[in-house]
């Protein structure tokens, strides 16, 4: 059994030894690659080093330095995109309006805003209710609301948007 340890613990650094070669020859082809793609120097080493690191993790099957590079440029343009998305959501992000606690009138107003959408809300569909309370009260990410509603990210999507148009339409008959 010992021998069979040790004749791993070789293989592995073996292993170890031509990732290291494969990072010294092509990180800087890679890291150019990304740059084109993010724009951005420090995004696009990001993406290599991740690439690297997934390449370290997952190796088997790559053995062939072909195989393993045509890996690693497509970690690399996938890992570039996610970060593309990334940032434009961002730059999307509008953070929320402070509301005024002191003035009272205006408190009265939200409180019953706060009302009018809580029973818009109790007249949609179950699974609606459930994707805008996950989403909006709770703060959940679609990946974690298609976990526990056990559903798919895109389902979660579309019953997110169906849910706030049924919303608007339900608040302005109410009004």
């Known amino acids: 059994m010992p021998q069979l ?3 791993s613990e070789r293989l ?4 170890e030894a031509e ?5 010294a020859a092509h990180r800087l082809r890679l890291v150019r690659l990304a740059v084109l793609l993010v724009d951005d120097l420090g995004t696009a080493e990001d993406a290599v080093q991740e690439a690297f690191a997934a390449f ?12 393993a590079l ?4 497509t970690s690399v343009v996938n890992g570039a995109r996610s970060k593309l998305r990334r940032r434009r959501t961002a730059r999307a992000y509008v953070p929320p309006h402070e509301v005024p606690r002191d003035e009272t009138a205006e408190g ?7 009302r009018e959408v809580l ?3 109790q007249q949609l569909a179950t699974r609606q209710r459930e994707v805008l309370v996950l989403r909006y009260w709770s703060g959940f990410s679609e ?12 389902a979660v999507k579309s019953t997110a948007s169906r849910a706030l148009d049924a919303l608007e339409k339900i608040m302005e008959v109410s009004r």
């Open 5 to 7: 340890v040790a004749g």
């Open 119 to 121: 029973a818009a809300m």
């Open 12 to 15: 592995r650094s073996v292993d």
């Open 70 to 73: 045509a890996y690693l440029r």
């Open 143 to 154: 990946a974690e609301i298609a976990e526990t509603l056990g559903i798919s990210r895109g």
């Open 56 to 67: 370290l993790v997952r190796r088997r099957g790559l053995d062939d330095q072909d195989k």
């Open 108 to 114: 009265a107003v939200l409180a019953e805003e706060h």
């Open 19 to 23: 990732a290291v070669k494969l990072y």
